[in-house]
Structure formats: C-alpha cells, structure tokens
C-alpha cells in the first residue's frame, strides 16, 4: 500500500530556514499537501502541490517536489516562534474520491 | 463560514462502556473523514464517506467501531466496549470532493477510557 515518510523532529533557530522533508512510495500520486497541526487543534492545510510541478511558492512557504525520487520538501523561510507545530505532508491518487494518505509528522521546534 | 465541529470536546469514560462521538460537517462539503491520533502518532484513516457511496471501512480497527452519516451531513462514530487501548484523539475531516487532500479539519475528541 501507500506510504508516506517523515523525519520526526527538527529543531532550528529563530530567523533560520527550516526544511522538513518527507517522501513517498505512490508513483501516481496526483496531489501532495502540507498541513500544519498547533497543540491541542486539528490539521490545518498550509499549502499543496500537484505533481506536474516542480516547486511551488507562497509567501514564506516553498515546497519542492521531486517525483523522480518521490520526494518533496517544505522550506520554511525566517522561521518564527509560531511556526512551531507538527507539519504533515500527504498525497492523494488520482481519481478525485480517493483516501488520502498521511506522513507521521515532522515536529518543529523553533529556539528563540 | 463555520468550519468542522466536532462534540464533545473531551470525553472521560470507563472501559468497557460505549462512546458517540459526533462530527458536523462544513456544509455542502460531500466528503466526510474520521482518523485516530494517539499521543505522538501520526494520523490514522478508519473511515470515509462520499456522497451516496457505500462508505470506506477499510480502516477501522475492529468491529467495535462504526460509524454513520445522516442524510449527507453530521455522522455519528460509535465505540462499543471502549477498551483503554481506544484512548486517543479522533479528529473528523470534511472536503469538497474535487481535491480529497484538501480537508478541513475539526478540533478533535480527547477520548480517554479509565
């Protein structure tokens, strides 16, 4: 089946970039998001990429996708304190109704 | 607009008794998720609708688990004979069906059995 894989711990300095990274198995995938999770709150949707793109920026996000090697990265530039959360990436197939599969989280830890 | 709700917030219980846990929905949102976050986990899929579709159960973890959608909207997850393995928090998810990863996440069920 599909599989989604993350590091499960990062930690930067205030006004560095960060760079979670994560990869997957599905060759077919069509969409790959990021999701961001604060403490005590459910997922929210930061950002997603379709997968005949190569890079995808906004704002202080950039995600880079490499389907050659399924991998795809969340660059986050000048990090904040509130950026501390755990990120989640995810894909979905093609075919619109489908399940989506989840990474198992990427905490962030910013250090002031 | 109103987003995802999900009640109760949080739910204390003792093993063995069963647990309803409720989702609404973003309206007009024709898919509807449940998953499972245990402390430290990532997400775990247990069930999806999808319109009229018969739902995907593939995920639920046992046959004390089920759960329902009225009339295309609020669904009901139902815990028979909670065990304390079934602590955890289930988070319900609602998307508008054309891209299934753009989900709209509700705040959670801190479900803890005794």
């Known amino acids: 089946g599909e599989d989604v894989e993350q590091s499960l711990f990062l930690s930067v300095r205030e006004g560095d970039s960060s760079v979670i990274n994560c990869t997957y198995t599905d060759s077919s995938s069509t969409y790959l998001y990021w999701y961001k999770q604060e403490p005590g709150a459910g997922l929210q949707l930061l950002t997603y990429?379709?997968?005949?793109?190569d890079m995808k920026q906004d704002q202080r996000l950039t995600v880079l996708l490499n389907k050659k090697d399924k991998h795809l990265s969340l660059r986050i530039a000048d990090t904040q304190t509130g950026d501390s959360a755990i990120y989640f990436c995810a894909e979905s197939p093609p075919g619109g109704y489908q399940k989506v599969t989840f990474g198992t989280g990427t905490k962030l830890q910013v250090i002031p | 607009g109103a987003g995802v709700s999900q009640s109760p917030s949080n739910k204390v219980t003792e093993k063995g008794k069963d647990v309803e846990l409720r989702c609404d929905p973003i309206s007009g949102h024709t898919a509807l998720y449940w998953y499972r976050q245990s402390l430290g986990q990532g997400l775990e899929f247990l069930i999806y609708?999808?319109?009229?579709?018969?739902?995907?159960k593939s995920g639920l973890p046992s046959d004390r688990f089920s759960a329902e959608r009225t009339g295309g909207s609020v669904s009901t997850l139902t815990i028979q004979r909670t065990q304390q393995e079934d602590s955890a928090v289930y988070l319900c998810?609602?998307?508008?069906?054309?891209?299934?990863?753009?989900?709209?996440f509700g705040p959670g069920t801190r479900l803890l059995v005794l």
């Open positions: 998810a609602s998307s508008p069906g054309d891209r299934p990863g753009t989900q709209y």
């Open positions: 609708f999808q319109g009229n579709s018969a739902p995907d």
């Open positions: 990429i379709f997968s005949n793109m």
